[in-house]
């Protein structure tokens, strides 16, 4: 079995400040973890998806995630917010190892990032 | 370029009438999804197929109905039997031609009326 759970249903920064959206996992295997990003009324876009490789994971417009086995956790980070990144995140774990076979995802609740002026 | 499209983007349904939406992909994806997205609860998967004339139900299939007769084609058919379908239907393809990475389609919003 397996399970996400975002720990912030809503998040405010300024802009050009740090963005830290928290998520945790639970998996039988070792998981795939996924981070994408819906704007309103869109599709989700894949951010960055760690598949046991680097722990640390770079993705797309200057985010980065830390896969730390340990506290089970795999947090979506950005040193600095841009108006442009107000969304809403889905943390995403597939039940198939390295992500190399059809694997059902499950998701996240999600997090609203507002991002001010 | 390839990619999914779904049809149509906005979708009205009077109650007790059955709806089917449509999800298209060019990408050669052996398997598609669907996923139903509500305010606060995330994604949750309704049917899936991993190859064309097979599916599997997901964690939420009642209500719903798909077919799979064609690999690029995945339509998905709300009936009456659904209690509460107004939501945004999301649909999905995997394939090894992506490193088995997820595309996603932009959507369905369904309002039943």
């Known amino acids: 079995a397996q399970s996400v759970t975002q720990l912030d249903s809503h998040v405010s920064v300024s802009e050009g400040t740090p963005v830290l959206l928290r998520c945790n996992y639970s998996s039988s295997y070792s998981p795939s973890l996924f981070w994408y990003v819906q704007h309103p009324n869109k599709g989700l876009q894949l951010l960055l998806k760690?598949?046991?490789?680097?722990?640390l994971v770079k993705g797309i417009n200057g985010f980065e995630a830390e896969f730390k086995k340990s506290e089970t956790s795999f947090h979506l980070t950005k040193p600095s917010a841009h108006m442009s990144d107000a969304a809403e995140y889905f943390c995403v774990v597939s039940d198939q190892p390295g992500g190399t076979s059809y694997g059902k995802l499950t998701f996240g609740q999600g997090t609203i990032l507002t991002v001010h002026p | 370029d390839g990619g999914i499209t779904q049809s149509p983007k906005y979708l009205f349904r009077k109650e007790g009438q059955n709806v089917t939406l449509s999800c298209e992909q060019n990408l050669n994806h052996d398997a598609m999804y669907w996923y139903r997205q509500d305010p606060g609860q995330g994604l949750r998967l309704i049917y899936y197929s991993q190859i064309v004339n097979d599916f599997q139900k997901g964690d939420i299939a009642e209500g719903y109905s798909v077919s799979r007769e064609k690999k690029e084609s995945f339509p998905l058919t709300v009936t009456s039997a659904q209690k509460n379908p107004t939501a945004f239907y999301l649909c999905?393809?995997?394939?090894?031609?992506?490193?088995?990475?997820?595309?996603f389609g932009s959507g369905t919003r369904l309002t039943v009326v």
């Open positions: 760690y598949t046991s490789a680097a722990t």
């Open positions: 999905a393809s995997r394939g090894a031609q992506n490193n088995y990475g997820y595309t």
